[in-house]
C-alpha cells in the first residue's frame, strides 16, 4: 500500500497537483463558528482540475472564493452541471473519515455520463476529496450530527449555444462545516402540478436542474408553512418518488417500505445504507411502487404508524405530518421512533462510535501545512 501523506506539502507532491498562495493562511485563520447552518459556512479552500483535449489536468488547491466562467458558458446556458454530497465526519476518532465515498464517486460517473460529459476519474475525485479533508481536518466538528460537507461538482465550460456538449470541462471541491439540515418533524406537501423529472429523463442524474426544477413547489410549500415538496410519478401523479433532496420510507404493519428505483428517483447513498442496515437490525425492507393514496389510507387507517426521509444532508428526518391539495392533514401516530433508531445506528457507524461491519467507512490523514 502507498505510504499516507501527513502534510499537504507532501500529498501535493505525490498527487502533482499545484497549491496556490494564500490557501495555508487561509486555512490558519479560519475560526470555526459555533452556528452553521448548512452551506452557510463555507471552508477557506476549493479544489479545481480542469479538463481539456481528453484529460484531465493538473488539479490545484486555491483559497476559497468567486471563479471566473464565461458568461456563454455550457453550464451557465444549459445547466451542464452535475454535483455530488458527501460527508466527512471526526466524532468518535481523531482522524476524519469519510463515508462510502467510492458510491460518490461511481455515482458522479454514471450522472456526467448521462449528460454526456467526460467522467471525473478516481484518482482525480479521491485526491480532490482527500485533500480538502485532510487539509480541513480543524474544521471538521467533533459533536455528534455535525461534519463537513463536502460538495464536488463537474461543469462545462465552453461557450456557445450550439446544442452540444463543452469541449472543455471544471471539477471542483468545496467544504461546508455543518449541522443537520432540517431540525424538527419535516411538514411535507404533496405536489400535484409540477413534477421532478420523468423516466428517460434525467431524474436519476444527481444533475443540478433537476433541484432547479423543484424550486417552484419547495417555495409554494415554505409559503403554507410546509417544510418540503413530495414529488409524484411524471406519468401517472400516483406514485410517490421522493421528497426535494431527499428518499422516502414509510414503516407499514411494522416493515419498512420505500419506493422501488422506477428510472427517475436520485439512487440515495443513505437510502442504499439503510435498507442493508434495516435489514441487518431485523426489519423487513420493502422497495415497491408507493401509490400516495394508498399510503395516506393507511396513515389514516393507522396502518403506516411512521414516515421518514433521508438523505446525506437529511441523515434520517422524521416527517410530523403530510398534507395534500385539499389542504387535509395525515398526521402519523408515530414521529421519529423507528426512525430514531435507525439514524443513531447509522450515525454511529458514520461518526465511528460503533463497530462499522460493512466496511463503508474510509480513514483519510489529517495534513499538516
Ligand atoms: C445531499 O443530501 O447531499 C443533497 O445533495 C441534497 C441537497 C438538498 C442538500
Redesign the pocket.
Known sequence: MAPMPTSVAEAVAMAGYHVAPGVGAALKQFVLPEKLGFGLVAAPLMFSAEWSDGNWGRGELLPYGPIEILPGARALQYAELVFE?LKAYKVGEAGPNLFRPRENWQRLARSAQRLSMPAVSESVFFQAIEVMVGACHRLIPRESGRSLYLRPFLFGTEAGYLLRNSTTFRFMVIANPVEI?SSGPMRVAIERDDVRAAVGGVGTAKASAN?AASLRASNAAVARGLTVALWLDAREQRFIQEL??MNLFAVIGGELHTPALDGAILPGITRDSLITLAQHLGFKVHERPLAIDDLLAQIVSGECTEVFAC????ILSPIGLLTDRDRREYVPVQIDSAAAQLREALLAIQERRAPDPFGWTRDVAPLTL
Request: aromatic share 22%; glycine share 34%.
Open positions: 454530497g439540515y433541484y426535494s433532496g438523505g446525506t444532508a437529511a
